[in-house]
């Protein structure tokens, strides 16, 4: 039992990066979960809010958890795997199988770990021959949508109005609120975030986008 605390801080590190990714998109959800089991400081929860970017508060609460020790990790790691984490961010359901296998033997840690860490790959073929859509191209279409940012999030991509107030709040920019969105969009769709039918809910009647700000979506 000595070895798992350890393993499990391995664990945390060697998925930073990954788990920086998915949680950016509800970054304050994750914060304030974190704050309500006792995982970070009063120090640490100040700090965190206060950063304004998501992937930076995000990044900041895995830096302090883990800083706090294998007590810490192990809660963190119990949260990642808690049903409104699980439902909330569909793409940490890698974290259930990787902990037990990570957990094991540091073998099949090595093995496994580097194998889950190219779950979504940027680019990688879905639904006939579509590939999912790039952060790249999430960003070119976010300047290309303007102040009907909002319905288009709510009526097209199917996001919640509490979601997009909060992306508004977090970012200052409106580029950086659309871009936000449409990330949040990706995750939750996990496998069926093709550009291609990204493309579709563009390009609906009620708010089509001018074809050609999307129809490089296609073109990939």
């Known amino acids: 039992m000595a070895g798992e605390p350890a393993a499990e801080i391995h664990l945390l590190r060697s998925q930073k990066a990954k788990l920086i ?15 309500s089991r006792g995982l970070l400081s009063l120090h640490g929860y100040q700090q ?3 950063c304004r970017n998501p992937s930076e508060k995000v990044t900041d609460l895995l830096d302090h958890i883990i800083q706090r020790g294998p007590e810490a ?12 984490l699980q439902e909330t961010f569909p793409q940490l359901h890698f974290i259930k199988d990787l902990q037990v296998s990570t957990l094991s ?9 580097p194998e889950l860490q190219e779950t979504i790959p940027a680019k990688k ?21 303007g102040r009907s940012w909002r319905e288009i ?23 950086e609120r659309v871009f936000a969105m449409l990330r949040c969009w990706r995750i939750c769709q996990r496998e069926k975030a093709t ?10 009647e009620d708010m089509a986008l001018p074809p050609e700000t999307i129809d490089f979506l296609l073109s990939d």
């Open 73 to 84: 990790a192990q809660g963190l790691l119990k949260l990642l795997k808690d049903q409104a």
């Open 195 to 204: 550009a291609a039918h990204l493309h579709s809910l563009l390009s609906q």
């Open 21 to 35: 990714e998915i949680l950016s998109s509800d970054a304050d959800f994750v914060l304030q979960h974190a704050d």
């Open 105 to 113: 033997s540091e073998t099949t840690k090595r093995k496994q770990a």
């Open 153 to 175: 999030g709510r009526l097209a991509l199917d996001i919640s109005t509490v979601k997009l107030e909060q992306i508004e709040e977090d970012h200052a920019h409106h580029v």
């Open 125 to 145: 073929i879905y639904n006939n021959g579509s590939y999912l859509v790039t952060e790249k191209q999430l960003m070119t279409v976010a300047r290309a949508i």
């Open 48 to 50: 965190v809010k206060a």
